[in-house]
């Protein structure tokens, strides 16, 4: 079962007097309201570990000046500007720089509760219809209520993160904070800031104290998502954290205590760099307490057509397009096809297809897959021969499938290494290379 939990809503300045108006109608949608005069002040309820969901900000002072300090210090936060609505120019200029929606005020009700609404939309329950992905939610619900951490492998895309999610909202700790990290997305030289924080000066940039992950996550729960993309020096200081229960801000002059609950994943086998010095043996052992393997979605096929209606319904309702059914032979498409990004393949798949379908249906030629030696021959039952690509490099090859597949994303880095299953940081290399090289790359 899944808790319900209490939004947590930031309001930054006068709001035009409409403060008390909008503190009410949010408290009313069950939010509950922190206020900050100003944006600094706003900055620093953020910096304190505080787990705000929304900002709601005055579209008079500095939006942009705000929202570029959160961008800089990697604290992410929905923000919407609210003004009065004879003044388009401000919400113009706001959304412009970086809010993604504009209230007008006095606040409407029914507008702050869908922005409300839009905010705590993450779906956290899993959808499937297979009977391994059954043995392994039972297995997690088995675990969740205990105190032990938790490792989670498979495949990139396979959906860790949500069934870290499960396993946290199965907890104990439900009613606590869970807080993710993706450590593959974030540079070796920020990772430790971010996951224990620092103090006012502590370097350069240090601008105020900064509560770092694992003593915001403190009594509930902390994801460590693709925890063998880490430095073995930032492992040392992780081991002694979930040893000691005790972490040391940057800048810090005593250590302070954290009751943490740990989940790692890994798309790696932490076996293989355990053996090869990339990853050490006595955090392997602390994290590795119940290992949980999700299973590649073409080892699952009966969640593919389930989790695909699922994908159709929610990027319909998202686009504001009426739903639409799959027909037989575009189901069939998806089942012929191995996946090889797993189910955030199948998600980009199914969103593109809503968009591209022109009739009542989605038909097989909306379904546009990106990696033709994954397709099944219905025939004969094995994959299709990749003979059009005799005579091309492998180094070509490889340069073609990761440019197309940052062409696919939108540009969008960390979900193209988690399709080609490689991390972030060697995705980043690699383009760098094929910059050098002058080739052309999609948002650069």
């Known amino acids: 079962c899944i808790r319900d939990r209490v939004m947590e809503l930031l309001i930054v300045g006068t709001l035009e007097g409409q403060i008390g108006a909008a503190s009410k109608i949010a408290i009313q949608q069950g939010g509950h309201v922190s206020i900050a005069d100003n944006e600094e002040a706003g900055l620093d309820v953020l910096r304190s570990g505080k787990a705000i969901e929304l900002v ?5 002072l500095d939006v942009y000046k705000f929202i570029s300090s959160l961008e800089q210090e990697r604290i992410n936060v929905l923000v919407v500007a609210c003004g009065v609505a004879n003044d388009p120019s401000l919400a ?12 007008p005020l006095p606040p409407d009700p029914e507008m702050i509760g869908a922005v409300l609404a839009a905010a705590t939309r993450e779906n956290h329950a899993l959808i499937y219809g297979d009977k ?21 492998t498979g495949q990139s895309g396979t959906g860790k993160e949500v069934f870290s999610r499960f396993i946290h909202d199965n907890s104990k700790r439900a009613n606590k904070k869970f807080v993710a990290v993706n450590c593959a997305a974030i540079p070796e030289t920020l990772l430790e800031s971010e996951l224990f924080g620092y103090e006012k000066g502590a370097f350069t940039g240090a601008v105020a ?37 005790e972490i040391d801000r940057i800048g810090g002059k005593a250590p302070i205590k954290v009751d943490t609950r740990i989940i790692a994943t890994s798309n790696r086998n932490l076996d293989e760099c355990v053996k090869n010095g990339t990853f050490r043996q006595d955090l392997y052992y602390r994290l590795n307490v119940v290992n949980i393997n999700i299973p590649p979605l073409k080892d699952r096929p009966d969640d593919i057509i389930v989790l695909a209606k699922h994908f159709a319904k929610k990027y319909s309702e998202l686009n504001d397009i009426p739903l639409k059914e799959m027909t037989p032979a575009a189901e069939q498409k998806l089942l012929n096809y191995l996946w090889p990004g797993n189910v955030r393949e199948l998600e980009n798949t199914v969103h593109r297809a809503v968009l591209l379908s022109t009739g009542d249906k989605i038909d097989e030629d909306a379904i546009l897959l990106d990696d033709i030696d994954a397709v099944i021959n219905p025939a004969a039952g094995t994959e299709m021969s990749g003979a059009e690509f005799v005579g091309s490099t492998v180094a070509s090859m490889e340069r073609n499938l990761i440019i197309d597949t940052l062409k696919h994303t939108m540009g969008n880095r960390t979900t193209a290494a988690n399709i080609l299953g490689i991390s972030i940081r060697t995705l980043r290399n690699k383009l760098k290379q094929y910059q050098d090289e002058g080739f052309e790359v999609p948002g650069l």
């Not at 709601?56 to 008079?60: A, F, L, P, S, T």
């Not at 200029?93 to 209230?103: C, L, T």
């Not at 770092?212 to 954290?241: M, N, W, Y």
Request: net charge positive; no cysteine.
């Open 56 to 60: 709601m900000i005055d579209v008079k």
């Open 92 to 103: 113009v200029k706001a959304i412009k720089a970086g809010a993604k929606e504009y209230i």
């Open 132 to 152: 391994k992905t059954e043995a392994v939610l039972k297995l997690a619900k088995q675990v969740a209520p205990s105190e032990a951490n938790i490792l989670l």
């Open 209 to 245: 104290r900064r509560i770092g992950k694992f003593e915001e996550a403190s009594g509930g729960t902390l994801l460590l998502d693709e925890i063998s993309e880490t430095d073995v020096k930032i492992q040392a200081k992780l081991l002694r954290a979930i040893q000691e229960k």
